[in-house]
């Protein structure tokens, strides 16, 4: 069954889910609104995303320096400071700031990406797929598919983490949501490498960093 808007946005507003989860719930369920809240609340993210509507003025900076050479700092907040304190919230922060530094995303989340750097990404795209003898007619399809995966080259919750790159940054997220009870929401964050803009010698800093987390 095709899975149209209305029904992503019809099956957000019962639940509350993000759009891709109501997306996923919805072509798992074949289009079965019952049994996709049902996916949704086994998974819990119907109660995350009730969660995630709650402000998060609390929280830690936290900064990360690899070697030398890279260096993070990332604000990622929570409801109270309790939790800002618990063990669990501190390891989930510092993990982002190792993220941020193996894979130099450029936003927070896809929502961030500047409208016009899409669609020179998407103009760049197209003429590429011509270039390739792609069909006309496939053409949008592909460059839709590549412009996904660019949002998960430069966003950070759309990133595989690096620790497990069977789930991403996001789903990390919302597993911590979900164990600790309090919306979390990571902020911002900025990134410093060393010569970072200034023609030097090539090294892939970022790679090694990878390396050292176990990848």
Do not use: W
């Not at 149209?4 to 509350?16: C, D, F, I, P, Q």
């Not at 409208?115 to 011509?130: F, G, P, S, V, Y």
């Not at 060393?194 to 790679?207: M, P």
Request: proline letters at 2%; hydrophobic letters at 35%; glycine letters at 8%.
């Amino acid at each position: 069954m095709s899975i149209t808007a209305g029904m992503v946005k019809e099956l957000r507003e019962k639940t509350g889910a993000g759009m891709m989860d109501c997306k996923k719930a919805l072509s798992d369920t074949n289009g079965d609104m019952e049994k996709a809240i049902e996916v949704l609340r086994e998974k819990g993210l119907a109660a995350v995303a009730k969660k995630s509507g709650r402000i998060a003025a609390e929280g830690l900076v936290e900064s990360y320096i690899h070697g030398g050479r890279i260096g993070v700092l990332v604000e990622v907040n929570s409801e109270t400071d309790f939790v800002a304190k618990n063990q669990e919230f501190k390891d989930f922060v510092r993990d982002v700031a190792m993220q941020i530094a193996a894979s130099n995303p450029l936003y927070v989340k896809r929502e961030e990406v500047p409208t016009d750097n899409i669609e020179k990404e998407k103009d760049i795209l197209r003429k590429q797929a011509l270039n390739e003898g792609k069909p006309e007619k496939i053409v949008d399809k592909m460059v839709e598919g590549r412009i996904e995966k660019y949002y998960k080259e430069v966003c950070l919750l759309e990133q595989p983490f690096v620790k497990n790159p069977d789930i991403t940054v996001k789903d990390l997220l919302t597993e911590k949501i979900s164990k600790i009870g309090e919306n979390i929401s990571i902020r911002r964050f900025v990134r410093f490498e060393v010569g970072e803009g200034l023609e030097k010698k090539e090294e892939n800093f970022a790679e090694e960093v990878a390396k050292q987390l176990g990848q």
